[in-house]
C-alpha cells in the first residue's frame, strides 16, 4: 500500500518538479508602461502587444524565458504624442520594429518570486535588466507579473532627456520610465 501511496504521489506531483516549458497566451498577456515629465505631474500611460514569449522552468527554478515586444503596437490615447514614441526621437519603430528580453541564466524561485537577469534590446541597443517578477504555478502554466522602472537613456532614447540637455526646465522629460507587465505562459501539449 506505501509502495502504491509512493508511485501516485510522484505521478501527481512531478508536473510541478519536473522541467515544464510554456508559451505566452495570446489572450492573457497585458505589457504596460508609464512615463512622466522630469517637472510637475504629468505622467502618460500606455500599452504594447507581445509578438511572441516562451518560458522552460520547475518549481525551483526558470531555466529559460524569452520574450518579443512588437513596438508597433505602441498605444497611447493621444495620437500625436503616441505618434511621436514611435518616431525617430524615441523608440524609432519603423527601424526597429521589436524589443526583446532573454534570460541569461537560470534563476531561482523562492516565495513565488525570481530575479530575471538579462538583455533587454531595445532600438538595437542591448542593455543588462534585473527584473524582479511575482510567479505563480499551476496545472496550466505559470503567470509572470513586474512593475520594473528603467532607464531608456541606456537604450539610446535620448529625446528631451534632463541628463544629457541640462537647459530643458519645464520640456525635461524624465530618463526613468515604468514597465509593468501581467503573462500567463500555458504549458505546451
Not at 509572470?144 to 531608456?152: G, I, K, Q
Amino acid at each position: 500500500m506505501k509502495t502504491i501511496f509512493n508511485l501516485l504521489f510522484i505521478l501527481i506531483t512531478f508536473p510541478f518538479w519536473s522541467q515544464q516549458q510554456g508559451n505566452i497566451s495570446e489572450n492573457e498577456q497585458t505589457i504596460s508602461w508609464i512615463g512622466r515629465a522630469a517637472v510637475g505631474s504629468y505622467a502618460p500611460e500606455g500599452t504594447l502587444g507581445i509578438l511572441n514569449g516562451s518560458i522552460s522552468y520547475t518549481s525551483e527554478e526558470i531555466t529559460a524565458l524569452s520574450m518579443v515586444v512588437d513596438m508597433r503596437t505602441l498605444e497611447q490615447e493621444n495620437t500625436q504624442l503616441r505618434d511621436h514614441l514611435r518616431a525617430k526621437d524615441f523608440f524609432y519603430v519603423k527601424k526597429f520594429p521589436v524589443a526583446t528580453f532573454i534570460l541569461s541564466s537560470p534563476v531561482k524561485i523562492e516565495n513565488g518570486t525570481a530575479n530575471l537577469t538579462g538583455k533587454m534590446t531595445i532600438r538595437g541597443e542591448a542593455q543588462d535588466e534585473d527584473i524582479k517578477a511575482s510567479l505563480i504555478i499551476s496545472e496550466e502554466g505559470i503567470r509572470v507579473s513586474f512593475n520594473h522602472t528603467m532607464d531608456r537613456t541606456r537604450y539610446g532614447v535620448n529625446h528631451n532627456s534632463p541628463s544629457i540637455f541640462k537647459k530643458l526646465k519645464e520640456n525635461a522629460i524624465a530618463d526613468e520610465f515604468v514597465l509593468k507587465g501581467a503573462l500567463r505562459f500555458k504549458l505546451k501539449p
